[in-house]
T-cell receptor, first 115, second 113 residues
């Protein structure tokens, strides 16, 4: 079974600084997708960034970028120029392809942004 | 484009009762998935429906069931509620491809007393 591990329950970053959230996963599949979702206090999960495993190039979305290391099964999220609105729970998620495909989430990292 | 709508937002039920939660996906989306979120267990997959057929199911007892209608709206039913069923239930819709973005609703907060 696939598992997703986020080893940092909480992180803190100062406004305008950069922070990296860690995520590792375990799978025997070669084709899959990885996601970072953000859940603010409003509870609505929002997709931050997505990575296809077959693409070597790391995905970027404005201030958000990932460091995808397929061999190491690592998928970290870097947030640059942090803003107060970035404060939220961040979940790393994995999804394989095929009939048993489902989103498997990590336990989340709570990010605080301070002035 | 309207987002994913879950109703009701909050629900209080008594142990032993049953409950039905509703999810209206984004127009054109054929896949609807359900997740249970608790502080102890985190986010756990319940099931996914695609074009009215259950495509995948998580590891939950048979008290948890769901269905999807021809307009892609989905309902989730929990029978014989237990205290441990208290959770935030999230619904997500997508176009159906495994790598496509899942859009989440704001969830239904179920409290079982």
């Amino acid at each position: 079974a696939q598992t997703v591990t986020q080893s940092q329950p909480e992180m803190s970053v100062q406004e305008a600084e950069t922070v990296t959230l860690s995520c590792t996963y375990d799978t025997s599949e070669s084709d899959y997708y990885l996601f970072w979702y953000k859940q603010p206090p409003s509870r609505q999960m929002i997709l931050v960034i997505r990575q296809e495993a077959y693409k070597q190039q790391n995905a970027t979305e404005n201030r958000f970028s990932v460091n995808f290391q397929k061999a190491a099964k690592s998928f970290s999220l870097k947030i640059s120029d942090s803003q107060l609105g970035d404060a939220a729970m961040y979940f790393c998620a994995y999804r394989s392809t095929g009939t048993a495909s489902k989103l498997t989430f990590g336990t989340g990292t709570r990010l605080q942004v301070t002035l | 484009k309207a987002g994913v709508t879950q109703t009701p937002r909050y629900l209080i039920k008594t142990r032993g009762q049953q409950v039905t939660l509703s999810c209206s996906p984004i127009s054109g989306h054929r896949s609807v998935s359900w997740y249970q979120q608790t502080p102890g267990q985190g986010l756990q997959f319940l099931f996914e429906y695609f074009s009215e057929t259950q495509r995948n199911k998580g590891n939950f007892p048979g008290r948890f069931s769901g269905r999807q209608f021809s307009n892609s709206r989905s309902e989730m039913n929990v029978s014989t509620l237990e205290l441990g069923d208290s959770a935030l239930y999230l619904c997500a819709s997508s176009g159906g491809g495994y790598g496509t973005e899942a859009f989440f609703g704001q969830g239904t907060r179920l409290t079982v007393v």
